[in-house]
C-alpha cells in the first residue's frame, strides 16, 4: 500500500450488490477500497475488508447496497465552447446546413454567454459522471476554465487552414502552440478535418504531436459530401471553403477515401484518436485496425446533423479500437454517455452490452494515453467512482443502463455518494 497517501490517514471502502471493473471480472457483491484519492484494492467485499484491516489507519465502511459500481466515464469528444447554443440548432438534412448554422450561431454569441456555456458544460459533464473528457477548440477559450474546473481533460486544439500550404514551424500560424505553458499540460494538436486542412499542415500537425508523444485528433469521414471532395474536388464543401475565403485554386483532390488519404500522409504514424467515422469505407476501417486509430463515436449527434449512423457492427468486426464522444449541445441534447450507449445498443443489438460500456471508460481512457488513472476499477489507478442504483431484482446490463439514462448517477466520496449538480 505504499505510496498511496498519509498512513493515517482514512481508508475507504465502497461496496454494491455489482461492481463492475471494466478490465476485470463482474463481481457479484464487490467492493473497492481507497484511500487518498486512489484505489487501493478490488474484489469481493470480504475479502477487501480483510485485506485492509491491518493497515494503520482508520476505516470506513459503505454499503450502498442494490446497485452498480463503475469506473468515471472517459467522454473522448466534446466542444464546450458551443454549450451556450443549446437547443438553437434545429436538426439538419447535412453536415454542409449544420455548419453553416452552427458557424452563425456561434458569431452571434457574446463573450460572457461563451464563458457561462462553458462553465455550465463542464458542470453537466460531471453531472452525467465524466470522470475525463477530451475537449476540441480552436480558440483555447476553454482551457483555462477546464483548469480550474477539478475535471480531468485532454485538450486537442484544432487547426483549420486548407490555403496553409507550407512546411514551417506549426507556431507561425497558430501561436497558441508556442505557449511554453503547455508543455506541462495534456495539450494536443488536432486537425479539423481533411476537407479543412490541407496535407503540408495535416503532416505538420502529426509531426507536432509525435515529437512530444501525444495523441492526434480529426473528424473522419463524417459525411457523404467529404467523400465527394475527396474524391472529386467538388460540392458544397468546397462552396463552404469559398465562402470563407479558404479555398486556392490548383488543388487536386486525394482522389481515395478519408482514412487512407490521411495514411498516404504519414498522419496515423503515431497514437491517434479520429471522430465519427460514419461514412468509411471497408478499406478505411482496414486502415485504422491496422494502425490501432481509435474512433469515438458521437450517433445522437451525427443524427442531428443528418449524416446517419456509424457502422458499428463493421467496425468492431473490423477491430477498430472504439470510444464514445458526444459532441457538443449545439448536436446533442446533453453530455450523457448513457444515452449514447442506449441509442449503439439499439443500432447493434448483437454486441454485448459490456463492449459499449467499455467503449464509454476503458477504450477512452488508452486513447488519451491516461489508462493508468481512469477507465477501469484497478489498485492504484485514481479513485474516480460512479454508483448507479438497480431497482429490487433488476437485471445487471439493462437496469445499470435505465438508470444512467434516466441520470441517477452518483459520485462515491470519502462521505458516501453524491449527485452532483449539472446547473
Known amino acids: 500500500m505504499a505510496g498511496a497517501g498519509g498512513e493515517n490517514e482514512a481508508i475507504i471502502i465502497h461496496q454494491a450488490r455489482w461492481l463492475v471493473p471494466i478490465t476485470g471480472p463482474v463481481l457479484a457483491g464487490g467492493a473497492v477500497a481507497t484511500r487518498a484519492g486512489r484505489i487501493l484494492a478490488v474484489g469481493p467485499a470480504a475479502a477487501v475488508r480483510a485485506q485492509v484491516q491491518a493497515a494503520p489507519a482508520p476505516v470506513r465502511c459503505f454499503d450502498h447496497g442494490d446497485g452498480v459500481i463503475l469506473p468515471g466515464l472517459v467522454n473522448t469528444h466534446t466542444h464546450l465552447e458551443f454549450t451556450a447554443l443549446a437547443g438553437a440548432i434545429p436538426p439538419q438534412d447535412s453536415l454542409p446546413s449544420w455548419l453553416a448554422a452552427a458557424m452563425a450561431g456561434y458569431g452571434s454569441l457574446a463573450p460572457a454567454a461563451l464563458d457561462q456555456g462553458i462553465r455550465q458544460g463542464i458542470r453537466a459533464l460531471r453531472r452525467f459522471g ?127 477515401s478519408p482514412a487512407v488519404f490521411l495514411e498516404r500522409l ?38 442531428h446533423t443528418g449524416v446517419g449512423w456509424p457502422q458499428v457492427a463493421a467496425l468492431y468486426r473490423a477491430g477498430v479500437p472504439l470510444t464514445l464522444g458526444t459532441d457538443s449541445l449545439a448536436s446533442t441534447p446533453d453530455f450523457n454517455l448513457f444515452q449514447e450507449i442506449k441509442l449503439l445498443s439499439e443500432i447493434c443489438p448483437d454486441l454485448p452490452p459490456a463492449a459499449f460500456l467499455a467503449m464509454a471508460t476503458w477504450n477512452g481512457a488508452v486513447a488519451l494515453g491516461r489508462q493508468q488513472d481512469f477507465g477501469s476499477i484497478s489498485p492504484g489507478r485514481q479513485a474516480a467512482l460512479l454508483f448507479l442504483p438497480l431497482p429490487e431484482g433488476a437485471e445487471l446490463w439493462s437496469g445499470l443502463l435505465a438508470a444512467g439514462v434516466q441520470g441517477q448517477i452518483y459520485w462515491l466520496t470519502p462521505a458516501g455518494k453524491e449527485m452532483v449538480d449539472g446547473t
Request: proline letters at 8%; one cysteine or more; hydrophobic letters at 40%.
Open 266 to 303: 504519414g498522419f496515423w504514424q503515431g497514437p491517434c484518436l479520429a471522430v465519427h467515422g460514419v461514412c468509411l469505407t471497408g478499406e478505411d476501417r482496414q486502415v485504422l485496425a491496422r494502425r490501432g486509430v481509435f474512433l469515438a463515436l458521437c450517433p445522437r449527434s451525427n443524427q
Open 130 to 256: 465524466t470522470a475525463l473528457v477530451a475537449e476540441v477548440s480552436n480558440t483555447g477559450r476553454s482551457l483555462p476554465w477546464l483548469e480550474a474546473g477539478g475535471l480531468a481533460f485532454h485538450y486537442f486544439y484544432e487547426c483549420l487552414g486548407f490555403d496553409l500550404l507550407h512546411d514551417g514551424p506549426l507556431a507561425t500560424d497558430f501561436p497558441f502552440l508556442a505557449d511554453p505553458r503547455l508543455a506541462g499540460l495534456p495539450v494536443s494538436a488536432a486537425a479539423h478535418a481533411p476537407y479543412s486542412v490541407s496535407g503540408p499542415l495535416l503532416r505538420r500537425l502529426a509531426a507536432w504531436n509525435r515529437t512530444r508523444q501525444r495523441p492526434g485528433s480529426v473528424h473522419l469521414a463524417e459525411a457523404p459530401e467529404e467523400l465527394r471532395f475527396l474524391r472529386h474536388g467538388d460540392g458544397p464543401l468546397r462552396d463552404l471553403l469559398v465562402q470563407r475565403g479558404r479555398w486556392y485554386e490548383g488543388y487536386t483532390p486525394p482522389g481515395c
